[in-house]
């Protein structure tokens, strides 16, 4: 009987693994690809609803469709609106005092006109007009914007160049002076010399504030002509106040 012999040579193949002695291991070097490997959440076997697919095959499918959230819809309310709080603030200062020698670039209440601010000026004008006068609140916004209108067309027949926008917002921020003397004519009302000059105090630093801003230099020999008209728009204004 013959002893069994050595085993045969195994040969490894291309997935297996070769063990080398530690001395030949110096020259060696590989990778080891990993598998694409494929993970399947069972997507495809969802079933769509009888109603969705009813709607497909009829061509309503984009009423399913789900847009995505778009970053300008998520602004802020006051961002939507166009209202800047920062630029509405200015304005009022650089109405409230009209003095070049402050420093304000006052100009910008002309070149950059804005509707909210105004807009907030008159209504607040018309609340405080509003005691034991309710019919005053439609007439003060009336006259704002008809008013603005009349003293527009003048403004274009004399040959400036402005905006019916502008003029709207000029004379709307140039009633915040007859706000302020608002309160104290109520203080000073028995006083009926006081009382007139605080009044006429008023409407020429309204009429001046709009007036700087409106009237350019392209008027040149002709500003008295559209001076006038704004002069008397205050009053006007004013006379809703007082209700004389």
Do not use: H
């Amino acid at each position: 009987m013959q002893p069994p012999g050595p085993p045969p040579a195994y040969s490894p193949s291309n997935g297996d693994f070769t063990f080398v002695s530690s001395a030949d291991a110096e020259d060696l070097s590989g990778s080891i690809a990993s598998p694409d490997v494929k993970l399947n959440l069972g997507g495809d076997f969802i079933k769509e609803s009888t109603a969705t697919t009813f709607l497909r095959q009829r061509g309503y499918g984009w009423l399913l469709e789900v847009e995505d959230d778009d970053p300008e819809d998520n602004k802020p309310l006051l961002e939507e609106l166009d209202i800047d709080l920062k630029d509405i603030y200015y304005k009022i200062r650089c109405v409230l005092m009209p003095m070049p020698s402050l420093g304000f670039n006052r100009q910008v209440v002309r070149d950059n006109p804005d509707f909210w601010g105004p807009l907030a000026v008159v209504l607040f004008f018309s609340m405080i007009s509003l005691y034991g006068q309710f019919r005053v609140v439609s007439w003060i916004i009336t006259i704002w914007i008809f008013g603005s209108l009349t003293i527009f067309l003048l403004a274009r027949v004399l040959g400036g160049e402005v905006a019916y926008g502008q003029v709207l917002g000029v004379i709307g921020y140039s009633l915040l002076p007859l706000i302020v003397i608002a309160p104290i004519l109520l203080v000073v009302g028995s006083f009926e010399v006081v009382s007139t000059l605080i009044k006429l105090f008023g409407v020429f630093w309204a009429a001046y504030s709009a007036a700087s801003l409106l009237v350019g230099e392209e008027f040149k020999t002709k500003k008295p002509l559209l001076i006038y008209p704004i002069f008397l728009l205050y009053i006007y204004f004013l006379s809703l106040y007082t209700g004389v």
